[in-house]
């Protein structure tokens, strides 16, 4: 379901904040790799990587971080979070997350409309009013996208969560009544 992974070189690195002022003037981001069986771990990395990768194209897409040559978890890591500096717009810090096979966890995935709705025809205006969804799976079964097929909206007429279909590998957990697309007049 999940597109090739994303190889990135990355150093380890010492705790402290002497230490991460050094490697921002260097052109580095300190980060963490954290997990539930996995060992915190320093590490830094390129600036360019952090920016380049922390775009909603990238979201819930697996992550090879190598140090000294060697990927640090075997299924990947995920981007949690970006701490970035309010002036400079720079990143300041960056959180992975090694997640656990056997565990689900909750991730947000992008959604996708399909189809002309048929509202549209009448003289309506399909008004997306979600970007995202929130699913609960296992690390492994990540769609890259959910396909909302709106074809059959008509004016006045609201696409919800409840209305998904999805494979029952997925469990959804944004609210069953929040509106993802509606047809206006």
Request: aromatic share 8%.
């Amino acid at each position: 379901m999940n597109k090739e992974m994303i190889e990135i070189e990355a150093e380890s690195r010492k705790n402290g904040r002497h230490w991460c002022r050094v490697m921002r003037k260097k052109g580095m981001v300190p980060a963490v790799v954290y997990g539930p069986k996995f060992k915190n771990l320093e590490i830094c990395l390129d600036e360019r990587y952090v920016k380049k990768y922390s775009s909603d194209d990238f979201i819930n897409r697996s992550l090879n971080i190598k140090v000294d040559g060697k990927p640090i978890v075997a299924g990947g890591v995920f981007l949690k979070s970006v701490s970035v500096d309010p002036v400079t717009r720079r990143p300041l810090h960056v959180d992975f997350y090694a997640p656990s096979s056997s565990n689900r966890i909750v991730v947000k995935v992008m959604l996708n409309f399909v189809g002309k709705a048929k509202g549209v025809a009448e003289g309506g205006l399909l008004q997306p009013r979600a970007r995202f969804v929130e699913i609960q799976c296992f690390p492994q079964d990540i769609p890259e996208m959910v396909d909302v097929d709106v074809t059959e909206l008509g004016v006045g007429a609201t696409f919800r969560t409840r209305d998904l279909s999805l494979d029952k590998k997925l469990r959804v957990m944004t609210p069953p009544d929040e509106p993802l697309a509606a047809v206006i007049a």
